[in-house]
């Protein structure tokens, strides 16, 4: 595979898997008050290089405890009158969505430069 061709791949797997996280991080923000709710991650792993996709994602959920609030009248709450709230942080949630937005960019740009190298190649070949 051509040099350009492979920039331009990873560059556009890079944004699918940027915008994986964006949607993970938004179900996470959504769901911040939901008792019970557990946040999801999403799990990395490269590929094989003979492989066809550059990275594998899973997701995963955080077996982090959430706050329990005692609250015996809650439809949730357990026998002991307590209910496990959200494990998810608003904070970490909006830092990890503005890091995933900024690698989306990032790979954007690069995308783009790829383009540009192959117009401008394009013009010299026709010449």
Same mark, same amino acid.
């Given at each position: =595979? @051509? +040099? #350009?061709?492979? $920039?331009? %791949?990873?560059?556009?797997?890079? =944004?699918?898997?940027? $915008? ?10 959504? @769901?911040?008050?939901? +008792? ?6 999403? %799990? ?16 995963? #959920? ?13 439809? %949730?709450?357990? +026998? ?11 904070? $970490? ?7 995933? @937005? ?19 190649? #394009?013009?010299? #070949?026709?010449?």
């Amino acid at each position: =595979m @051509n +040099p #350009l061709k492979a $920039t331009m %791949m990873q560059a556009i797997q890079g =944004m699918e898997l940027q $915008t994986k996280r964006m949607g993970l991080s938004s179900e996470n923000i959504s @769901n911040v008050d939901t +008792p019970g709710y557990q946040r999801k991650l999403l %799990m990395v792993a490269p590929q094989p290089p003979n492989a066809d996709a550059f990275l594998e994602t899973r997701v995963q #959920l955080d077996r982090t405890e959430g706050v329990r609030n005692f609250d015996p009248d809650h439809p %949730m709450a357990d +026998p002991d009158g307590y209910v496990t709230q959200s494990n998810v942080s608003l904070v $970490t949630e909006l830092a990890d969505m503005r890091e995933a @937005n900024r690698s989306y960019e990032a790979n954007l740009n690069s995308f783009q430069q790829a383009r540009t190298m192959y117009r401008s190649l #394009l013009d010299v #070949l026709r010449r």
